[in-house]
């Protein structure tokens, strides 16, 4: 089986040049590696994993899939997508990429220009994209959830490598930060973080692939590169409330 990218590649990347041309910026990746899958093609040598990722994030022993969502903080609401949800601050606004196109299409019509990243990540949207939601504030970020079947016997070390695989091949200007592997409440996860150049900025991207019951979710966190620092708490304390409720 290979993960390749579909049709809606040329679109995609329009869209990302675009919106940092808008100064207002929105990574559109989450929604091209949910078109991608393992194994990487073309028969190519597997990227080294990297060390473990340090300090390690620790997840409370919840955070493994369960039916209920955690409560949440002050400033922090629960935002559901198609079998999963997650706690994000209060100036997000997204849910599942398909089933509310529609709605979430016209709250980002109704933001005014700097909004065309968003709309062409909603319009192009596949079941594989089971969660989509943006920040409101200055330091737009993103937040996409992807899910795709995992071959069979796959470890988590063998998905991360794979994933890497498959995104650098077709995006060979894509630069590795950080990859390696982080335990998250007792789980062992991939944990990558990415820069993307594109025209006049670039953009980072921080992912969590998680293995769950023969399914593959990548959880992917992106900003400006510049506002990358400065979310990333942020970021780290919203993966530990994700939920996986199919």
Known sequence: RCWTLGNH???IVAGVGEALRMKRFVLLLPLIVSLLG???CGGSAPLPLGPTVGPAVTLPPEWTPISYPATPAPGWKLISGAGVSVNLPD??????PVGLRNELLVIARE???????????????????????????????????????????????????????AVQDEFPDIAVVESGMAR????????VVVDIPSGEGSARQLSY??????????????????????????????VRTLRIVD
């Open 9 to 11: 590649l040329e679109s």
């Open 38 to 40: 393992l194994p990487a």
């Open 91 to 96: 100036s997000f606004i997204g849910g599942d």
């Open 111 to 165: 933001g005014g220009p700097g909004y065309e990243g968003v709309m062409v990540a909603l319009e192009t949207a596949t079941p594989t994209l089971v969660f989509y939601a943006w920040d409101l504030t200055v330091h737009m970020s993103t937040l996409g959830i992807t899910r795709r079947e995992a071959p069979e016997g796959a470890s988590a070390p063998e998905a991360l490598t794979a994933w890497l695989q």
């Open 184 to 191: 998250l409440g007792g789980v062992d996860v991939g944990r």
């Open 209 to 238: 692939l998680i293995l769950d019951d023969g399914w593959l979710y990548v959880a992917s966190y992106a900003s400006a590169s510049e506002a990358h620092a400065d979310l990333l708490p942020m970021f780290e304390e919203s």
